[in-house]
């Protein structure tokens, strides 16, 4: 079954613990991209990657590091995280040249940072 | 830049009856493609429809149908015989057509649609 896993789906944590949520998918796409939502502003992008080795930086990419050494993972890590950073994230992946079609979403990670 | 608004965060409907969600957005780009997704509380992203910026013939799956007005810069979405299960949040989306973009989504704020028996 073609899927975006993301682990873990919830996660509590106190501000500066460095944790990574993984994502994996196994579709072979190119691009995988990063998201969060917050109430009221939608989802807005962290981070995406087109092909391995190569990431760049979303909307607001502050406080995230995500690194793509193998096309199917993506993970992304929040090195020392703050409250701010409490959120649903979101992967997702596609092929990279075709535009029309859909977002593959993960199930989200709901995260509270204390 | 892209953005995308949706000026409802509330809708409420009677099963069975038909509601309008709207969607305004803001480009300076010809080509591109928009799309309606519906998140249960499952967290679930679900693909609800999809419009193609080229095409004058609005997108139609089944109860969703959008009302699309390239001129207008306005992409609403219709839900006929509104059913329990329609109740959800409500995003629209905007992605570029050019390749440097990548995939990447620019999303509305939401509208949370109460269905009610």
């Known amino acids: 079954e073609a899927q975006v896993t993301q682990n873990p789906r919830y996660l509590i944590t106190v501000t500066g613990k460095k944790l990574t949520v993984t994502c994996s998918q196994n579709m072979n796409h190119e691009y995988m991209s990063w998201y969060r939502q917050d109430p009221g502003l939608g989802l807005r992008q962290i981070y995406y990657?087109?092909?391995?080795?190569?990431?760049d930086k979303g909307d607001v990419p502050e406080g995230y590091k995500v690194s793509r050494k193998e096309k199917r993972n993506f993970p992304l890590i929040l090195e020392s995280p703050s409250p701010n950073q409490t959120s649903l994230y979101f992967c997702a992946s596609s092929r990279l040249r075709a535009t029309n079609e859909k977002l593959f979403f993960g199930s989200g990670t709901q995260l509270s940072v204390l | 830049a892209q953005t995308v608004t949706q000026s409802q965060p509330e809708m409420s409907v009677q099963e069975a009856e038909t509601v309008t969600l709207s969607c305004t957005y803001d480009?300076?780009?010809?080509?591109?493609?928009l799309f309606w997704y519906k998140q249960p509380p499952s967290r679930q992203m679900i693909l609800v429809i999809r419009?193609?910026?080229?095409?004058?013939q609005n997108a139609t799956e089944n109860r969703f149908s959008v009302n699309f007005q390239k001129a207008a810069k306005s992409f609403s979405l219709k839900i006929s015989d509104s059913q329990l299960g329609d109740a959800a949040m409500y995003f629209c989306a905007y992605r570029s057509a050019t390749e440097t973009s990548g995939s990447r989504l620019t999303f509305g704020e939401g509208t949370q649609l109460t269905v009610n028996p």
């Open positions: 419009q193609e910026a080229y095409k004058q």
């Open positions: 990657s087109m092909n391995v080795e190569v990431t």
């Open positions: 480009t300076s780009e010809s080509d591109y493609y």
